[in-house]
């Protein structure tokens, strides 16, 4: 009998189109419920979702049967169409195209997880944009292009 195993974990962000303040704390709590929902069903269990009015991050194990491509196309489609029917969502909503996803050692777990979970007060110093280049230079992603990962 055979058996795949696999323990990684993917901390992701992604921005509202054109940084638009759309997640607002009425939304918010709801809106981390329904995306850990979709990761569940895709067996990519999050460990930490959090969000700021203009941008998301989540911790969450990656699962052996999907890409991550999927897991954020699917992450993003369907919250932007939940968000869309909600009282107090925004009926024109819609995510930013590109997205940063970025692995986690287990023993950096702890670590990422309270950086996520004070996404508040490190956004009182540190805007989203700065936040993103300093995550592309820790994890050296020379791809990087703002122009097309800001649309």
């Given amino acids: 009998m055979s058996q795949s195993l696999s323990a990684i974990y993917i901390h992701a962000t992604f921005g509202t189109k054109d940084r638009n303040y759309w997640i607002n704390e009425k939304i918010s709590t709801n809106l981390h419920a329904y995306m850990a929902t979709i990761l569940k069903n895709l067996n990519c269990p999050a460990l930490i979702i959090n969000s700021m009015p203009d941008h998301v991050h989540?911790?969450?194990?990656?699962?052996?049967?999907?890409?991550?491509?999927?897991?954020?196309?699917?992450?993003?489609?369907?919250?932007?169409?939940?968000?869309?029917?909600?009282?107090?969502?925004?009926?024109?909503?819609?995510?930013?195209?590109?997205?940063?996803?970025?692995?986690?050692?287990?023993?950096?777990?702890?670590?990422?997880?309270?950086?996520?979970?004070?996404?508040?007060?490190?956004?009182?110093?540190?805007?989203?944009?700065?936040e993103i280049e300093r995550l592309m230079d820790k994890y050296n992603v020379n791809e990087y292009e703002p122009a097309y990962y800001w649309s």
Avoid at 89 to 103: D, E, H, I, K, L
Avoid at 121 to 129: Q, S
């Fill in 58 to 130: 989540i911790l969450f194990r990656m699962s052996k049967t999907v890409t991550i491509a999927q897991v954020i196309e699917e992450v993003k489609k369907s919250s932007s169409k939940w968000i869309k029917n909600q009282l107090s969502g925004t009926p024109s909503f819609y995510w930013q195209r590109g997205y940063g996803a970025f692995s986690v050692s287990c023993s950096h777990l702890d670590v990422v997880t309270e950086y996520i979970a004070h996404q508040n007060e490190h956004h009182k110093k540190v805007t989203y944009k700065e």
